[in-house]
Each structure stands twice: as C-alpha cells, then as structure tokens.
C-alpha cells in the first residue's frame, strides 16, 4: 500500500520561507515522479512543481525562481523549498505520486502566508 505523508506547514510572514517535506512508503520510490499540488479555498487543485526519479524539474510558471523541489532517493524523501511566499501562495499542498494507474495523495499540509 502506498503512503504519503507530509509535514512542514505552518503561518508565514509575505516574502518569509517554508519547507515541506513528503516520506513516501509501498513503492519503489526512485523510479517515480513525485508531484507538489496545492489547493486554496474555492479553487481547483493545481499542479505546483514535480521531479522525475533523474532529478529533472518542473515547475507552474506562479512559483518558478521563488520554489524549490527537491528529493532524496535514500530516505524516500520528496522536499518543496518555498521562499519569496506571498498571500497567494495560501492552499493546502499535497504530494502526490501516480503509480500502478491509480493517483496517491497525501493527508495534506496548510501553509498561510499572511501578515
């Protein structure tokens, strides 16, 4: 069974910084890509950066140059480096991961980004 769990949210000051960090356990980690989705309140889920198991990155264009993705293929780890954070960047961010034709989700994690 395959398992997401995220941890680093919190309440953070406009132009402050957060880490995010998703374990992920049941799959052969270092062969998969690994998504950050977030959603705020009222709106659609959206895709905010993913990395293949080679490190390459991707990034929606509202966060490139301020976000981070990151991992670790050892401790099955999947890290978001969040810096520049504006009132906009408040959701719920997920990790996520498409493995075995179905979609896995994380519980999620709340980042507030206000003053």
């Known amino acids: 069974q395959v398992w997401l769990r995220e941890s680093g949210g919190g309440l953070v000051q406009p132009g402050g910084s957060l880490r995010l960090s998703c374990t992920a356990s049941?799959?052969?980690?270092?062969?998969?890509?690994m998504n950050w989705y977030r959603q705020a309140t009222g709106k659609q889920r959206e895709l905010v950066a993913s990395i293949t198991g080679g490190g390459s990155t991707n990034y929606t264009n509202s966060v490139m140059g301020r976000f981070t993705i990151s991992r670790n293929n050892v401790r099955n780890t999947v890290s978001l480096q969040m810096n520049s954070l504006q009132p906009e960047d408040t959701a719920a961010y997920y990790c996520?991961?498409?493995?075995?034709?179905?979609?896995?989700w994380g519980q999620g994690t709340q980042v507030t980004v206000s003053s």
């Open positions: 996520n991961v498409h493995a075995s034709s179905s979609q896995f």
């Open positions: 049941g799959i052969n980690f270092k062969l998969y890509t």
